[in-house]
């Protein structure tokens, strides 16, 4: 399998997730930020221009990360990406629904206001975006675990992309909460992810 990347974007969840699992095959990685995202190339892979993209074996393209996290589940299930029982699946498919929904109403505006309107309103923009966000970080804070995961006794495809919404937090100046940085520090210290996380330029 083949999965493409962009260092220190939203594909970051995907890309902990392909890691954690020992996912047979390779991780590619892109520079959206250079435009790479729309070359004729990248386009054949994936018409949307983004990333993560998922080639399985047969050649078939997943793209969406709650998509991509499905096939890295059902592709390498010895990993119980998204958890061992029905319930915890269901779980598991809440959070990344959720955070994709999440993402792109409250963190995309803050990082990039001028995509969102014009020059006169980017301020106002990122601030009612901020505190969105902030917003968001005290609902995921909220309702995990003092210690141990999200979903299940193991982590999983959850704990990744709650993970890197404590990444975003970080980038923003904002406060994931007690319960999100923990979560983020067990999931980053574990040594599967070790190759993964220096590869992305952060610390354990």
């Known amino acids: 399998m083949i999965l493409w990347v962009s260092a220190?974007?939203?594909?970051?969840?995907?890309?902990?997730?392909?890691?954690?699992?020992?996912?047979?095959?390779?991780?590619?990685?892109?520079?959206?930020?250079?435009?790479?995202?729309?070359?004729?190339?990248?386009?054949?892979?994936n018409p949307k221009g983004q990333v993560p993209v998922l080639q399985v074996a047969d050649g078939t393209v997943v793209?969406?990360?709650?998509?991509?996290?499905?096939?890295l589940s059902d592709s390498v299930p010895e990993a119980a990406l998204l958890g061992a029982t029905a319930p915890q699946r269901w779980a598991s498919m809440e959070w990344l629904a959720w955070l994709s929904?999440?993402?792109?109403?409250?963190?995309?505006?803050?990082?990039?206001?001028?995509?969102?309107?014009?020059?006169?309103?980017?301020?106002a923009i990122r601030e009612a975006a901020l505190k969105r966000a902030q917003a968001a970080l005290d609902f995921a804070a909220a309702r995990l675990p003092a210690d141990g995961w999200a979903v299940g006794e193991a982590p999983g495809a959850a704990d990744c992309a709650l993970a890197m919404l404590a990444?975003?937090?970080g980038f923003l100046n904002l406060d994931p909460g007690e319960r999100l940085h923990a979560l983020r520090g067990r999931l980053f210290a574990l040594p599967a992810l070790h190759a993964t996380l220096q590869a992305e330029g952060f610390a354990a």
């Open 167 to 169: 990444v975003f937090a």
């Open 63 to 71: 793209t969406e990360t709650p998509a991509i996290m499905l096939a």
């Open 101 to 123: 929904f999440t993402l792109p109403g409250a963190f995309q505006p803050a990082f990039a206001p001028q995509r969102f309107g014009p020059p006169p309103a980017e301020s």
């Open 8 to 45: 220190r974007t939203s594909s970051l969840a995907c890309r902990l997730a392909f890691a954690l699992a020992g996912t047979p095959g390779e991780v590619r990685e892109i520079s959206l930020r250079a435009g790479e995202g729309r070359t004729p190339e990248f386009l054949a892979i």
